[in-house]
T-cell receptor, first 112, second 117 residues
């Protein structure tokens, strides 16, 4: 079983929809939680960064962390065709060098 | 541009050849990471540098792989005697520091796509 589980999709939504992306994890030591966006054949771009539990909002993006359920979410409001990409969740613990452990990524398709 | 840069962006090589990739981190970032990403998967950790010291290596990093970060600035990743299974995107990331409630953000470069024929 992988440390981080993420549905690969694809997830298809119409423009303007609210998108919900999720990851579950098994390692209770994880303290840092990140969401990256990756366009085809490009490097991952950091979208959201959260420490421990709680919510964080940045423009159309909201990240939620529920450590008791080992579950994290990314919500995208008013989705746009330009949001079409693969969304990767990543997390690390608070010790040592804090390597990131990634999910497989969810491919999102927003149709005009 | 002050982001992470990687060179080359694409590399096609024949099995058995050696290849070397370069990563230039964001200025003043003392932490540098290498990851490998295959199609349909998330990036997987390979190795980590704090300044010039290589402090951690994944079991994914076989003896054919070697990484350096002289003077704590740019880093190189070399693969000797390449195999078809080495075909992947090799990603470099840098981070200003770690621990506490901030500073663990890792910023990725565009990657080097390696194809081994």
């Amino acid at each position: 079983q992988k440390e981080v589980e993420q549905d690969p999709g694809p997830l298809s939504v119409p423009e303007g929809a609210i998108v919900s992306l999720n990851c579950t994890y098994s390692n209770s030591a994880f303290q840092y939680f990140m969401w990256y966006r990756q366009y085809s054949r490009k490097g991952p771009e950091l979208l959201m960064y959260t420490y421990s539990s709680g919510n964080k909002e940045d423009g159309r993006f909201t990240a939620q962390v529920d450590k008791s359920s080992k579950y994290i979410s990314l919500f995208i409001r008013d989705s746009q065709p330009s949001d079409s990409a693969t969304y990767l969740c990543a997390m690390s613990d608070d010790t040592g060098f804090q390597k990131l452990v990634f999910g497989t990524g969810t491919r999102l398709l927003v149709s005009p | 541009d002050t982001g992470v840069s990687q060179d080359p962006r694409h590399k096609i090589t024949k099995r058995g050849q050696n290849v070397t990739f370069r990563c230039d981190p964001i200025s003043e970032h003392n932490r540098l990471y290498w990851y490998r990403q295959t199609l349909g998967q998330g990036p997987e950790f390979l190795t980590y540098f704090q300044n010039e010291a290589q402090l951690e290596k994944s079991r994914l990093l076989s003896d054919r792989f070697s990484a350096e970060r002289p003077k704590g600035s740019f880093s190189t990743l070399e693969i000797q005697r390449t195999e078809q299974g080495d075909s992947a995107m090799y990603l470099c990331a840098s981070s200003p520091r770690g621990g506490g409630t901030g500073g663990n953000e890792q910023f990725f470069g565009p990657g080097t796509r390696l194809t081994v024929l």
